[in-house]
């Protein structure tokens, strides 16, 4: 059995240190270790981006990455998204939008629609579906879903200076 | 899943005698969407999970006037952020951006894709029909490999224990040539390919014959085929249908498919034939307008 | 003609944001996997990997042995269970079954069958652990196919079993474990009168809810013998009756706390890991904590049947269907029960039919038990019934939404089982979707088809109760036992702020445990905006009346000098009054607490109808389906909250195009689904589908107060049809045969196969 490996990285801004073994997942180590629960697992196999965050700013399923790979990256959650007590404009559009049912795979999209407006804030309908395909959802069919993210995208281009 | 030892060498000669010491037991960690998944459900034993991304040859990713270098552990999404990638080697974009989804390609490297050796993988065939060349590293020294060599079996290829897979070399793409990759999934996105093609034609210069191909075809074998007979069917032959109508024969006739959870044999040998064609004339068409 | 004036309502119909939203998008929300408690055991359980054999041992040493394993428990772990059936909701359970199904005994019945499960100080462990658990077998032949199953030679299930019909019980042994038949008018008469009559055969493949969230429980026991359960569950009350009665508990000593639930859509009201975490809890004296995997919530949870279903029906050249008749054999998986019933009593039920013979065989076979998926059994039947009542109009040259109106079941007409229907709105919708802007746009282009279908599901009433406790402030705190799925804490919210009329943010809603309210039925039967706010509903009334009570002494006078409206109680001479807000400070600083609760036993509400419109278009080299466009027409009763009325009617059809294009459990001849993982079970992405248009209809429901129908579950029945009926239209080829897959619809139109 192999020892346990310290692992200095940053998650949401925050410089943090764990113990994990080789073999336990980022989502393993987050929600497990550091009791960052609004990751979630949904396939444990890449297929349903229930357990979405960024790692060096690019999109990944936290099940197909070790944790201990994340030594010096920068990682970040969907606790992270809000400001404090500020919602993301996603968040807000989410919410207006009804885009949630049961919500679990809300924190997912979240973070899955976060890092497409960062990178593409002109985003369209088709680009949009296209990039959330990775996202499964049960509960809503996707149509609000993708309407909540067009509006958030508007808002954030009237207002790029934040949140 | 397994318990395993994690290291993360720095040079390749580093990771050379890692895998030297530890043979079969170790496995190369790239993007790690394949090999992690099949860990944990215990299709793959591992006892030294090697990250190879802080070997710098293979996180190269190099365009110059000979062509296009890809270190066996760029993720896909560096590939297709590349405009000037994307626009010489279009082909290795349909693949890159189809492989998984987003969250995948973030991590999945065309390199990790070939060493898993999938008959369906969406990235060999445009592999095989660009005449991709294969950098080994090993103990002894290095060698080169043609791509359609690479992989023997499925989920098997031919680098011994001790050998890895450096980087994926490109030739520059000759004047008047296009290549196109595509491939048949029953939803839009996520799916294993149920069937899937690459072709590559250069032609002459008025665009009215082909001068040579590269053709190949997916999860319709053990391994992706690059099938010569459909490439022979073209070469020096005008540009149309009675021409391309032979190579897809020529396809159909290699295609050995299986039935399986994802298609059926027949199924699967007709999509060989309707893919090769549309790819062929996407290459066809890129080649016009290169 | 009279018009009926919509009543204006000041909260209902508008669309605020749900009171949990917050902690939902921003992951602060527990679920079943979240919950930690101190000193917890993971837990994990050992499967068969036959789909039918003889358990001869099981030997559990090796695994009680291995450092950091706490406790191995088997069947011999469990009491003895009584013969009885518990209801569920819309199902219900044999409790002797319920209690094999949690861990098997004599006999293993599919692959995934709990034999064990053990507890250790960590998941890891406990995996390490279920390999050293050796277990004996005698493998036998499995029964893989409904029909086979039926057949006299087939490997029997359960020695035991014997087919239940109006006659009795049969004399031998069988896996039809019931045979319901349903006869009105007479047959013969109706098909003799018909001028025109398709019959057609029809099959279906076993399908999953496919909820994003895995099963999740945990237990703990108190030195005193009392347990807690936190669970991700659609019904709080049937876990702890069903683990109450699976583990011979009274019903005081076990407390089930409900959590945020990841999605159920009928398949989280059985029990599967609670019992296990409450046994390793108690024999371990620590917390237990069990989680599904994905492999393991397709392979041993309750899927929906795979079916096969005779159709014929008949109808006059003037247009009149005049015989319909079907056979449905539906698979209910390892013990009975599947919903074929269901399915034969709204196969039918949106239209006026004389002449009826529905034959309905629940049938078991090697596969996991059956539990209810969104209108249980009604989606496969109305595959069958709305493709025939498709051939019939184009057979007569009607349009197939006329001849659906000129055929539409209505207020008094007989209904499925025999009474006459309440008002329905089927014929609105029907209306609403021939004036349509979808039905009106021309589709135009080769290979592309639009088809309709319409559907029919129950309202089920049921039990719901709440409590209303009024705040200084003036804010109202809702205390009710409905897990909220799909966004019932607001639509209950906003009944309670317009019964009271008060403003929908000062309302407080919370789920709580089973301790801590009243009974209530599970979130599910498209009952709870219905049935729960009819309790909340009550409650309201109850604690204007509390508050009216109290002012007779605070203001000295009658209970008939005071009236309320617009937020204000006043005298009728007006010399006294307060607003809700002023009067809630006073009525509170100086007197007792203010509260009222309401509790109801709703009966069946009035019916929900639907009518989906959908283009697609079919690729002919490959096979592939697209949907182009789609419109789900819905009688919503009065919708409370129309975003989340839109939000299932949109779930729900996205489920139906998956069910009809590519959801199958892939079995291979061992009886081992192939596909049991995310990747090759397929389910739709966003890349998939279209904007989901929706139109509410409203024709309000006479039993309730603001005239509710329930909305969840009626839009998964028409997708499965409406999509063949579309096929049939770009192909030229009937699909009889579920999933319409690409390989399908290569099979059947160019024979490739």
Known sequence: MSGKTHVTTTINGERTEFLCEPRQSLLEVLRDELGLTGTKEGCNNGNCGACNVTLNGALVNSCCVLAVETQDAEVRTVEGVAAGDHLHPLQRSFLENAALQCGICTPGFIVAAKALLEKEPDADEARIRHWLAGNLCRCTGYDKIVRAVLDAAAEMRRAPAGA | ?290 | MATTSKPQYRVIGTRPVRPDGIDKVTGRAQYGADIRLAGMLHGKVKRSPHAHAVIKKIDVSKALALAGVKAVITASDLPEAEDKVQSLGESSANLRELSSNVLAAHKVLYRGHPIAAVAATSAQVARQALELIHVEYEVLRPVLDVREAMRQDAPLLHDGLRTRSSGGASERPSNVAAHTQFRFGDIEQGFAAADVIVEREFATKMVHQGYIEPQAATATWNADGQLTVWTSTQGAFTVRAQVAEVLRQPISKVKVVPTEIGGGFGGKTVVYLEPLAALLAKQTGKPVKLQMDRTEVFEATGPTSGTSIKMKMGATKAGKIVAAQAELAYESGAFPGSPVVEGSLTMLAPYDIEHVLLDAYDVVVNKPKTSAYRAPGAPAAAFAAEQAIDELAEKLGIDPLKFRLQNSAFEGVRGPLGRPHALIGHGECLEAALSSPHYNAPLEGPNRGRGVASGYWFNAGMRSSATVTLQPDGSVSLIEGSTDIGGTRASLAMQLAETLGIEYDDVKPSVVDTDSVGYNDVTGGSRVTYASGMAVHEAGLALQREIIERLTKHWQCAREDIEYGDGTFRTKDAAKQGTFKELAGQLLGRGAGIMASGSVQAGFGSAALATHIVDVEVDPETGKVTVLRYTAVQDAGTAIHPSYVEGQMQGGAVQGIGWALNEEYYYDDSGRMANSSFLDYRMPTALDVPMIDTIIVEVPSPVHPYGVRGVGEVPIVPPLAAIANAVYRATGVRQTQLPMSPRRILETTLGIE
Do not use: W
């Open chain 2, 1 to 290: 899943m397994q318990d395993f030892e994690y290291v993360a060498p720095r040079t390749l000669d580093e990771a050379v005698g890692v895998l030297s010491k530890h043979g079969p037991a170790a496995r190369v960690l790239a993007g790690g969407t394949d090999l992690i998944v099949q860990t944990r459900e215990n299709r793959r034993d591992v006892s030294v999970m090697m990250d190879v991304k802080h070997v710098p040859e293979t996180m190269e990713l190099r365009l110059d006037a000979g062509g296009l270098t890809v270190g066996a552990a760029v993720p896909c999404a560096r590939i297709y952020g590349d405009a000037e990638i994307a626009r010489r080697y279009p082909a290795l974009i349909d693949s890159a951006s189809l492989i998984g989804g987003i969250q995948v390609q973030s991590r999945a490297s065309l390199g990790g894709n070939l060493c898993n050796a999938s008959p369906a993988a969406d990235s060999i065939p445009t592999l095989i029909a660009l005449g991709a060349v294969c950098r080994i590293a090993g103990p002894d020294g290095r060698r080169e490999a043609p791509v359609e060599e690479f992989c023997t079996a499925p989920g098997r290829n031919q680098l011994a224990p001790n050998e890895l897979l450096v980087s994926l070399a490109f030739p520059a793409p000759p004047a008047h040539a296009g290549a196109a990759f595509e491939r048949f999934i029953p939803r839009n996105e996520m799916d294993i390919a149920v069937c899937n093609a690459a072709a590559s034609v250069t032609l002459s210069a008025d665009g009215a014959t082909f001068v040579s191909a590269r053709v190949a075809v997916g999860a319709v074998a053990p391994t992706p085929l690059f099938i010569r007979a459909a490439a022979d069917a073209l070469a020096g032959q005008p540009v149309g249908a009675a021409a391309i109508d032979r190579a897809v024969e020529a396809v159909r006739a290699a295609a050995q498919p299986i039935t399986d959870m994802r298609g059926s044999a027949a199924q699967r040998r007709h999509l060989a034939g309707v893919l090769a064609r549309r790819v062929i004339e996407r290459a066809v068409e890129r080649a016009r307008t290169a």
